[in-house]
């Protein structure tokens, strides 16, 4: 049997959150927000050193790992939408004229759920990189005045 039968914890936390609201001015509210959006800042620009760092490493496999992952995105997209119609089209030829079995199937179909989101996510990123540099702000050009 619970100890909380009148829903004595329920009663008691809302009490907490009324006193709290209550003795909490707008300046302490901002003051905790400015400190959320400081450390956000900070792990930002924490990243971003990370970033550079790996980006200038001797190792491929160390600077590499995004452009791999740009070029399987590449030949996946590749296979999903070339080299896969155009082997099944061959395959049907193929059965069509007994060069291949009639019980033999086609090569699979890539389950591509995965690759979309990681794709998309690169491509937005990209887009974004790419209106930046339109727009001069990006990081390099930032304080440095436009060339009219």
């Known amino acids: 049997m619970s100890l909380d039968l009148l829903g004595i914890s329920n009663i008691v936390s809302g009490v907490g959150k009324v ?3 209550l003795f909490t001015s707008d300046e302490e509210r901002l003051k905790i927000a400015l400190q ?3 450390i956000e800042a900070d792990l930002v620009k924490g990243q971003l050193e ?3 760092v790996e980006a200038g490493h001797a190792s491929l496999f160390v600077a590499g790992w995004r452009p791999f992952i740009g070029w399987v995105g590449g030949v996946a997209l590749a ?3 070339i ?3 155009l082997m099944v089209w061959g395959w049907s030829l193929f059965k069509a004229h007994g060069w291949v079995p ?4 086609p090569p699979p179909v890539l389950p591509a759920d995965q690759l979309w989101v990681v794709l998309s996510g690169m491509l937005g990123i990209a887009g974004l990189r790419s209106f930046d540099k339109l727009k001069g702000t990006d ?4 304080g440095k005045p436009k060339a009219s």
Do not use: G
């Not at 009639?102 to 199937?105: A, D, H, I, V």
């Open 19 to 21: 006193a709290d609201d």
């Open 36 to 38: 959320e959006k400081s």
């Open 50 to 52: 990370i970033n550079k």
């Open 79 to 81: 296979y999903q939408f």
């Open 83 to 85: 080299l896969y119609p």
């Open 102 to 105: 009639p019980t033999l199937e």
């Open 139 to 142: 990081t390099p050009t930032v």
